[in-house]
């Protein structure tokens, strides 16, 4: 306010000057520019104050007032924004931590996931593995059984067949056409009996 009133004031005082030149020229007609009436620039003057004092009172007060709240009200607001911006983006760092922290801990139990796979596809293939074996271990077994047994049958076989030929010779002596008829039917025998 106080810089107002120096920078108003002579401005002021010369349009007073100025002003009450023009008067006194039309009053007395004389053409002196540099005569000024004192009582009127002393009134001017009085009036100029007086105006100064009632809008300070009234007008510059309120109008001050609405300014420094006003600026009041912009820091305040710049502050408020500063402070939000400030808390946003530390929920930003916190929730890019957060989601960095469940990004690792997925990858994690994928990883996991994986793992345990591998461990039970392993333990799968081993115990398919070992059935596999008892399997053929159990197969051998079996197939050495029958093996003996069939050994054991076509020795029986033989043995029978090659006493029911000596019984057959011993009855009756054999020429070589006999004899070559008896192997004939033994083999016949043989074969029946294999197919049986």
Not at 97 to 122: M, Y
């Amino acid at each position: 306010m106080r810089t107002l009133t120096k920078m108003c004031a002579p401005v002021f005082l010369v349009g007073l000057c100025v002003q009450s030149q023009a008067l006194a020229q039309a009053e007395h007609g004389s053409a002196n520019p540099v005569q000024v009436d004192p009582w009127q620039a002393g009134f001017a003057i009085a009036v100029f104050v007086l105006l100064l004092i009632i809008l300070s009172s009234f007008a510059f007060k309120p109008i001050l007032g609405a300014l420094q709240k006003r600026e009041d009200f912009i820091r305040d607001s710049l502050e408020q924004a500063k402070k939000d911006r400030e808390s946003a983006e530390q929920r930003l760092k916190d929730y890019e931590q957060k989601l960095n922290e469940a990004r690792a801990e997925a990858t994690a139990i994928v990883d996991e996931g994986r793992r345990d796979a591998e461990v039970v596809r392993k333990k799968i293939a081993d115990e398919a593995e070992k059935d596999a074996t008892a399997m053929v271990e159990r197969a051998k077994r079996e197939i050495g059984i029958a093996t003996e047994t069939a050994v054991k049958e076509v020795f029986a076989m033989s043995a029978r067949l090659a006493t029911d030929a000596a019984s057959r010779i011993i009855r009756k002596e054999l020429n070589p056409a006999d004899h070559e008829r008896l192997v004939a039917e033994s083999i016949e025998e043989l074969d029946k009996l294999s197919l049986n």
